[in-house]
């Protein structure tokens, strides 16, 4: 899937971080421009001698920025189709695991998670992504000179999207995360485990939810209080209005 578009972040787009030491050159205040169709919820998982040690299902999509051969800036957003290669390491150096995803000709995505203990409570968060595009001619064709192979590599703080080894990290709405020279990665439905042993399936303890599921859920309940608050007020004018009109018969009738 490959669809031109603006360079925004629609207003809800939950935004997840920035890499660290940078600023952002897209905000989440920048005005809703129409979307291509979302990319494919799949998942995706890493395998060790323990088993599953990494599991991911979400749909994923790039925002990806060139020069046009009319030399001006522009951007196309390409999407992680159905037809993809994925292995990962559950060993890795520094108390790390990775997943590492290959689609299209010769583009590699590469997601590194750390683990690090927080009160006595071991967690672990998004703390690499790495991302090797191929801007050819086919997925770019107003490109000025195609780019065999960016690579394209963040560094996030611990705060980004981080869980509990012992749950998982969930977020429906479309998150967005942004890299040091302004593409944007973003997912949907987004849930994901890592330091798992022979993990199948998520478990429904244990799940931290981004801001924008959390603010969703608070207001189910506000919504359904006030729907029955208005109901409230309803029965009682009804039920005025018929007592006034039955004590004016019983009047009349006298």
């Given at each position: 899937?490959?669809?031109?578009?603006?360079t925004?972040?629609p207003?809800?787009?939950?935004?997840?971080?920035?890499?660290?030491?940078?600023?952002?050159?897209v905000t989440s205040?920048s005005?809703?421009t129409?979307?291509?169709?979302?990319?494919?919820i799949?998942?995706?998982?890493?395998h060790?001698?323990?088993?599953?040690?990494v599991l991911?299902?979400?749909?994923?999509?790039?925002?990806?920025?060139?020069n046009t051969?009319?030399?001006?800036?522009?951007s196309r957003?390409?999407g992680?189709?159905e037809?993809v290669?994925?292995d990962g390491?559950?060993?890795?150096p520094?108390n790390?695991?990775?997943?590492?995803?290959?689609f299209y000709?010769?583009?590699?995505?590469?997601?590194?998670f750390s683990?690090?203990?927080?009160?006595?409570?071991k967690?672990?968060?998004?703390?690499?992504?790495?991302l090797?595009?191929?801007?050819?001619?086919?997925?770019?064709?107003?490109?000025d000179?195609?780019?065999f192979?960016?690579?394209?590599?963040t560094?996030?703080?611990?705060?980004?999207?981080?869980?509990?080894?012992?749950g998982?990290y969930?977020?429906?709405?479309?998150?967005?995360f942004?890299?040091?020279?302004?593409?944007v990665?973003?997912?949907f439905?987004?849930?994901?485990?890592?330091f798992?042993?022979n993990i199948?399936?998520?478990s429904?303890?244990g799940?931290?939810?981004?801001s924008?599921?959390?603010?969703?859920?608070?207001?189910i309940?506000?919504?359904v209080?006030?729907?029955?608050?208005g109901?409230?007020?309803i029965?009682?004018?009804?039920?005025a209005?018929g007592r006034?009109c039955?004590?004016?018969?019983?009047?009349?009738?006298?």
């Amino acid at each position: 899937m490959a669809t031109t578009d603006e360079t925004t972040v629609p207003e809800t787009t939950s935004l997840i971080s920035t890499p660290t030491g940078s600023t952002p050159e897209v905000t989440s205040n920048s005005p809703i421009t129409p979307r291509p169709d979302d990319p494919p919820i799949q998942s995706y998982s890493a395998h060790g001698e323990n088993g599953t040690c990494v599991l991911i299902q979400c749909g994923i999509q790039f925002e990806i920025h060139y020069n046009t051969t009319e030399q001006k800036q522009a951007s196309r957003v390409i999407g992680v189709p159905e037809r993809v290669n994925f292995d990962g390491g559950c060993n890795q150096p520094n108390n790390t695991q990775s997943l590492q995803i290959q689609f299209y000709d010769n583009w590699d995505l590469r997601l590194t998670f750390s683990r690090f203990d927080d009160q006595a409570q071991k967690k672990f968060y998004l703390s690499d992504i790495d991302l090797t595009a191929n801007l050819s001619k086919e997925l770019f064709p107003d490109i000025d000179n195609p780019i065999f192979r960016q690579n394209i590599k963040t560094t996030f703080a611990t705060d980004t999207i981080t869980a509990s080894t012992e749950g998982s990290y969930k977020c429906t709405k479309e998150a967005a995360f942004l890299l040091k020279d302004g593409t944007v990665m973003s997912t949907f439905n987004l849930q994901y485990a890592a330091f798992q042993k022979n993990i199948t399936d998520f478990s429904e303890s244990g799940i931290s939810e981004c801001s924008s599921d959390v603010e969703t859920s608070s207001d189910i309940p506000i919504a359904v209080g006030s729907a029955l608050g208005g109901l409230i007020v309803i029965v009682l004018v009804a039920y005025a209005i018929g007592r006034r009109c039955k004590e004016k018969g019983d009047y009349d009738t006298i």
